[in-house]
């Protein structure tokens, strides 16, 4: 939370302290999972020399891939450890206010440039990405061109074919109930050996788009969570992976108002000859991934907010509760 929540305001005016009261002088990141078994947390290590950071402009970020150890429950040891290297970068600019020239995992970043973002953020990558694409423009392609596009089955009519099913099936009515999820799992409707002959399976990560219907204009976007079978209002859209990662395309395709892909606004409808047609950014796999890493990070900020809003809204329910009773 301190290294980039923007939702608290606690927070914020920590980072902002530490920066501009030259406090901090390094931020390690360091592997989720680190501390598992007892924490899967993302964590970070802040590392602060009031003295030391006077005499400098920059403050130094280094991302830890591995600690010597895989990051499942186990923690069993592997040969790949970034943390010999990490403490000889971090001497170096104990030493010097320099790291040593070529290193892929460190970087140093002008308090100038952490102060220009007003929540301060001390995520190193939001900086490597806004250096990557300052003043670039990245091609446009058609989504036809990284993905492959097609429609569902049609339902099936016959209430049998849902008798004892174990198939997913899933409907319009099941995307909507989440409105936006990259693992729809939670599925109404099932077909049994029958329902699904001559039905196509989607696998897996394909990305459901509405085509028809009134939840056409709702813009509802889901990643299928498991392999299943899907309803013909649905358009199905399959990433090519070498071209463009599942969750940076599905990202994009939150940002695309249906209602701007068709003329005909009386009846919500879309061809799949024009969704074929729309046209995405495509940047480099490597940006694709930071970005994506990033949303991540925030909307982990976010869900960890809600549970915090939740647990105070039990707590004071359950206040008139305890004192009635006691």
Request: aromatic share 8%.
């Amino acid at each position: 939370g301190i290294v980039f929540n923007d939702d608290n305001n606690a927070y914020k005016n920590l980072r902002k302290m530490l920066i501009d009261d030259n406090f901090l002088y390094a931020v390690i990141s360091l592997p989720s999972g680190v501390f598992k078994p007892y924490s899967g947390q993302k964590t970070s290590i802040l590392l602060i020399d009031k003295q030391m950071t006077k005499q400098l402009q920059e403050i130094l970020f280094i991302n830890v891939e591995n600690d010597g150890f895989d990051l499942g429950a186990q923690r069993r040891p592997i040969n790949e450890n970034d943390l010999p290297q990490a403490l000889e970068i971090i001497r170096e600019f104990q030493r010097t206010g320099k790291i040593p020239a070529k290193i892929k995992n460190a970087r140093l970043v002008a308090k100038t440039e952490i102060a220009k973002d007003e929540s301060y953020s001390l995520l190193s990558k939001r900086y490597e990405i806004e250096k990557k694409v300052k003043n670039i423009k990245f091609k446009e392609v058609s989504l036809s061109d990284v993905a492959e596009i097609a429609s569902g089955n049609s339902a099936p009519q016959d209430l049998k074919l849902f008798e004892n099913g174990k198939y997913p099936f899933i409907r319009t009515a099941d995307v909507g109930a989440v409105h936006h999820s990259t693992n729809l799992t939670q599925i109404c409707d099932y077909l049994n050996n029958n329902g699904i002959k001559g039905l196509k399976l989607f696998r897996k990560g394909t990305i459901l788009f509405p085509k028809s219907g009134a939840s056409t204009f709702l813009n509802h976007r889901v990643i299928m969570g498991v392999d299943g079978y899907v309803s013909s209002h649905l358009a199905t859209i399959s990433a090519n992976e070498n071209k463009i990662l599942p969750l940076f395309l599905y990202y994009i395709l939150i940002k695309i108002d249906a209602k701007k892909l068709t003329a005909e606004q009386s009846y919500p409808s879309l061809k799949i000859s024009d969704l074929k047609k729309v046209k995405i950014p495509l940047p480099p796999l490597s940006i694709q991934k930071e970005i994506v890493a990033e949303i991540e990070n925030k909307q982990a900020a976010i869900d960890n907010a809600k549970k915090l809003i939740l647990s105070i809204e039990r707590e004071r329910e359950s206040i008139l509760d305890a004192y009635l009773k006691g």
